[in-house]
């Protein structure tokens, strides 16, 4: 089945700067790509995602990436808040799977 | 947005008692997951359930794990018996296609195994 890598998995950026996660998965039918944020004693929440046909999507200040030659995606996080700090998580998946392949998770702390 | 509800948000039971679950899905979803997450972890797939059938099931999803959804009311997710390792946070999701579309998760429904 489907591996997805997340690194780092600890991430600390001052407060204005970006922050950028990186995710690596191994099946290359793997065509969907979500990013989960998930607060302290909350559920994942989705709040980005990109298909295999787009190389780049931006949503306010988030930024998703898509290499799939190297099949590799990644959030970038710009001019941080504190309200950015939480565990994010990279997802894969395709449509002929009937599950998505989480990250092991990546926790952001954004510094005053 | 569209909420998905799990009850109950804790539980507590000895080692080797049944427990159950209950999620209440969005209500015109068709996919229904399982994901179980241990304190900070990375959240681990354990099962998906579509027209009243497992269709996938991860090796986490163990003999004494079944699911099911008896005419459109909660999905629920029995374990029985508990085991100490099965002491995690268990979330609920459902999506209204399949996988490549949106997952919405409930708030969890931590267990505890003594």
């Known amino acids: 089945g489907e591996q997805v890598e997340q690194l780092p998995s600890i991430l600390r950026v001052q407060e204005g700067s970006s922050a950028s996660i990186n995710c690596s998965y191994e099946?290359?039918?793997?065509?969907?790509f979500p990013w989960y944020k998930q607060e302290p004693g909350e559920n994942p929440k989705l709040i980005i995602d990109i298909r295999s046909n787009m190389e780049r999507k931006q949503i306010q200040e988030l930024i998703v990436l898509l290499d799939k030659k190297a099949k590799r995606f990644s959030l970038h996080i710009t001019d941080t808040q504190p309200g950015d700090s939480a565990m994010y998580f990279c997802a894969a998946s395709d449509y002929g799977n009937e599950k998505i392949t989480f990250g092991a998770g990546t926790k952001l702390t954004i510094k005053p | 947005g569209p909420k998905v509800l799990q009850i109950p948000s804790h539980q507590i039971i000895d080692m080797g008692q049944m427990v159950t679950l209950n999620c209440d899905p969005v209500s015109n979803h068709l996919y229904f997951y399982w994901y179980k997450q241990i304190l900070g972890q990375q959240m681990e797939f354990l099962v998906n359930f579509y027209n009243g059938k497992v269709m996938e099931k991860s090796k986490l999803f163990k003999d004494q794990f079944s699911v099911e959804r008896p005419d459109g009311s909660y999905f629920t997710l029995k374990i029985q018996p508990t085991a100490l390792e099965d002491s995690a946070v268990y979330f609920c999701?459902?999506?209204?296609?399949?996988?490549?579309?949106?997952?919405?998760f409930g708030s969890g429904t931590r267990l505890t195994v003594l």
């Open positions: 099946d290359s039918a793997s065509n969907y």
């Open positions: 999701a459902s999506s209204l296609g399949h996988s490549a579309e949106t997952l919405y």
